[in-house]
């Protein structure tokens, strides 16, 4: 301890620690600080886009639709995945099914693939202007969510799925398909 004479017969006891400019709560303001600076640096960049741990395709008949969702609402929910399933009405584009399966550490996404109508064959895909939803064809992605503590379990997701839906009799391909109808004219899945 140290005595001040504040020089009007008025004497302050501080802290020695206090004499060289810092005290016991600024030390601990300083290290609470930067903490949150740290962790702030940290969720910003892991904020940041993810890339796709993996993308596959899905062909099937488009009346087999609902079969085909909880089917991959079933296998994500037994891998550890909460899904949710969701419909758009595109009008006479089609109708747009989402299926968004999400863990602490990945998210997958899957949805009937949108096209734009310029190398089908009309004989085959049906004839479209612009845009449409193919009916037959659904691309599915996984990629590693911003609490991913490990980066290949998103990949594992995206294996996983591929293999149960290819053993279900689904055609799975890496190559998307000019379009689903093409494809199940060609080969119809076994089931």
């Not at 758009?88 to 099914?97: D, I, M, P």
């Not at 990949?155 to 009799?169: I, K, W």
């Amino acid at each position: 301890m140290m005595h001040l004479d504040l020089g009007r017969s008025n004497t302050m006891t501080i802290r020695r620690d206090a004499m060289r400019g810092t005290t016991s709560k600024d030390v601990r303001t300083r290290a609470v600080l930067a903490v949150l600076l740290a962790l702030t640096v940290q969720l910003i960049v892991a904020c940041g886009p993810r890339p796709v741990a993996g993308r596959f395709y899905v062909v099937f008949e488009p009346t087999e639709t609902e079969r085909f969702l909880d089917a991959l609402v079933s296998m994500t929910e037994d891998m550890g995945l909460s899904a949710n399933v969701g419909h758009a009405e595109r009008g006479s584009r089609g109708r747009l099914h989402i299926v968004e399966a999400t863990s602490w550490s990945v998210r997958l996404w899957a949805q009937n693939v949108v096209k734009l109508s310029r190398d089908e064959d009309p004989s085959v895909c049906g004839s479209h202007e612009g845009t449409y939803l193919d009916p037959a064809q659904f691309m599915i992605d996984a990629t590693p969510r911003w609490l991913a503590l490990d980066p290949e379990a998103a990949a594992t997701v995206t294996r996983d799925v591929f293999a149960r839906l290819e053993s279900l009799g689904y055609v799975v391909s890496e190559d998307q398909a000019i379009c689903g109808l093409a494809v199940l004219a060609n080969s119809l899945p076994a089931r």
